[in-house]
């Protein structure tokens, strides 16, 4: 069974960087791409970008090249980097495993990131 | 971008009920059509993927039909532990865009 595990810190400053990893376990990484998803409080999903084993990327444009998403597979993990935050980037953030037929079918159980002075 | 909109944005039922949901894209999406569940607190869980798929491990009473820019999801007899919100996704085309979700509530 596919594990996904986000972690880094649930509070950050605003205009600085949000760092945030996700570790993939009882699969393997170098298939399938992985994927950044958040979800403001109380509101909807928004897509982030995602990352092939290859290194392979989109973003979403909406984020105005904030993001970059990075992998690692020799660790097993991807992670996310979105500079320049502000209050609006205060969400619940998900990584998500895109399976073969591009469905978003393992999830982590997500982070809350709080961006506060 | 593809907007996708989803009706109702929430729905009141009961328990033993037919619930239909429905998903709009903006422009044709072929099958790549995905549905959520999410309960409050809770990640997003995969129901139905390409359209018509039912994920490995969901109930069958969860079905979904449609292709180009219409799509629904249909819950037949609806259960206690389905009360919850629901999305559809469509990956098409990046970028990546979800509904708005649809709540479904205990009547």
């Known amino acids: 069974q596919v594990h996904l595990q986000e972690s880094g810190p649930g509070l950050v400053k605003p205009s600085e960087t949000l760092s945030l990893t996700c570790t993939v376990s009882g699969g393997s990484i170098s298939t399938y791409y992985w994927t950044w998803i958040r979800q403001p409080p109380g509101k909807g999903l928004e897509y982030i970008g995602y990352i092939n084993y290859s290194g392979s990327t989109n973003y979403n444009p909406s984020l105005k090249g904030r993001v970059t998403i990075s992998i690692d597979t020799s660790q097993k993990q991807f992670s996310l980097e979105l500079s320049s935050v502000s209050a609006s980037d205060t969400a619940v953030y998900y990584c998500?495993?895109?399976?073969?037929?591009?469905?978003?079918?393992?999830w982590g159980q997500g982070i809350l990131v709080t961006v506060s002075s | 971008d593809i907007q996708m909109t989803q009706s109702p944005s929430s729905l009141s039922a009961s328990v033993g009920d037919r619930v239909t949901i429905t998903c709009r894209a903006s422009?044709?999406?072929?099958?790549?059509l995905n549905w959520y569940q999410q309960k409050p607190g809770k990640t997003p869980s995969l129901l139905i993927y390409a359209a018509a798929r039912l994920q490995s491990g969901v109930p069958s009473r969860f079905s979904g039909t449609g292709s180009g820019t219409d799509f629904t999801l249909t819950i037949i007899s609806l259960q206690p532990e389905d009360f919850a919100t629901y999305y559809c996704h469509q990956s098409y085309d990046t970028p990546w865009t979800f509904g708005q979700g649809t709540r479904v509530e205990i009547k």
């Open positions: 998500a495993r895109r399976g073969e037929v591009a469905m978003l079918d393992y």
């Open positions: 422009q044709n999406i072929n099958s790549y």
